[in-house]
């Protein structure tokens, strides 16, 4: 099955920086790449999706790059907010299916 | 909006004990799946569900059964409670329309003791 590894498990930048987050997957079958947020004791959430026909997609301050060559895909935060401060997984699936997650990073930013 | 409804918020089990975590959902999808959340080890897939009475393994699926008698209910059973599965565990739906993902509910923890 396919495998998905994220990078890195922590990360802690101030408020205002940019926070980059990575992940590799294994199978070049998948074709759907979306990215959550889980808040403190709240259930993860959708927060942006790339599908394998595009190279970037961007949502304010929040933006993906996909890689299919290197099977690679990186969300990239701007100009970090306390607010964003949550644990977030990437996930990857072939055809909306099964959901393969990451093990999740915990960005913390600080004031 | 969609609801995704797992039965407990949190629960406290003694080893050995058969336990049911249920989930149900309000919008006819097709797709339901049951996640544990562990530290470091991010959303790990228990069992999935095409369909009523369909059901596949995921990658974790030892210690554990499922039943889906009906279409908006989904259940994950752990047939004898161990203490290594104390962990979250989270329902979720695959919802499509504008966008495909994987819906949650609000997760259960589990301890066993």
């Known amino acids: 099955g396919e495998n998905v590894e994220q990078h890195p498990s922590t990360l802690s930048v101030q408020e205002g920086d940019s926070a980059v987050i990575k992940c590799t997957y294994s199978?070049?079958?998948?074709?759907?790449f979306p990215w959550y947020k889980q808040e403190l004791g709240k259930r993860p959430q959708l927060i942006i999706d790339i599908r394998s026909n595009v190279g970037e997609k961007k949502d304010q301050r929040i933006a993906v790059t996909l890689n299919k060559t290197a099977k690679h895909f990186s969300l990239h935060i701007t100009e970090t907010q306390p607010e964003d401060s949550a644990v977030y997984f990437c996930?990857?699936?072939?055809?909306?299916?099964?959901?393969?997650f990451g093990t999740g990073t915990s960005l913390t930013v600080i004031p | 909006d969609v609801k995704v409804t797992q039965s407990s918020r949190y629960l406290v089990k003694r080893t050995g004990e058969k336990v049911f975590l249920e989930c149900v959902q309000d919008m006819d999808h097709e797709n339901m799946f049951w996640y544990r959340q562990d530290p470091g080890l991010g959303l790990r897939l228990i069992y999935f569900?095409?369909?009523?009475?369909?059901?596949e393994k995921g990658d974790i699926p030892e210690g554990y059964s499922v039943s889906r008698e009906k279409k908006e209910r989904f259940s994950l059973i752990l047939e004898s409670a161990s203490t290594n599965q104390t962990s979250m565990y989270l329902c979720a739906i695959k919802r499509t329309g504008g966008r495909t993902e994987a819906f949650f509910g609000q997760g259960t923890r589990l301890t066993v003791v």
């Open positions: 996930a990857a699936s072939m055809a909306g299916n099964q959901f393969y």
């Open positions: 569900s095409y369909d009523v009475k369909m059901k």
């Open positions: 199978d070049s079958a998948s074709n759907y």
